[in-house]
Nanobody, 120 residues
Framework: QVQLVESGGGLVQAGGSLRLSCAAS????????MGWYRQAPGKQRELVAL?????STNFADSVKGRFTISRDNAKVYLQMNSLKPEDTAVYYC????????????????WGQGTQVTVSS
């Protein structure tokens, strides 16, 4: 029943900005963490940014200072500034959440992905 729906991807020039949004829906009781991963052609999926329930954040070194993450209940946003061609990837929304109690059990959920292409 849980669904993560991303939006905001597209084509942008190097140096430009995009804002990705993700909304989680379903019978969600509690959210532990939400965030974003990405997968570039020929590479493994990698962490971009996470935000925990207490507001703590975790960024990949490659995006620090350029990307910010924010969360509003069951929505998470990724503001991407100063985009580079190497940011080109499919970006996946991620959530670790419980459908039972605020103490768990916890399960991982993924969106379908949204393409971000940065041209030079």
């Amino acid at each position: 029943q849980v669904q993560l729906v991303e939006s905001g991807g597209g084509l942008v020039q190097a140096g430009g900005s995009l804002r990705l949004s993700c909304a989680a829906s379903g019978s969600i009781v509690s959210i532990s963490t939400m965030g974003w991963y990405r997968q570039a052609p020929g590479k493994q999926r990698e962490l971009v940014a996470l935000v925990g329930s207490g507001g703590s954040t975790n960024f990949a070194d490659s995006v620090k200072g350029r990307f910010t993450i924010s969360r509003d209940n069951a929505k998470v946003y990724l503001q991407m500034n100063s985009l580079k061609p190497e940011d080109t990837a499919v970006y996946y929304c991620y959530a670790r959440l419980s459908l039972v109690t605020s103490l768990g059990p916890w399960n991982d959920y993924w969106g379908q992905g949204t393409q971000v292409t940065v041209s030079s």
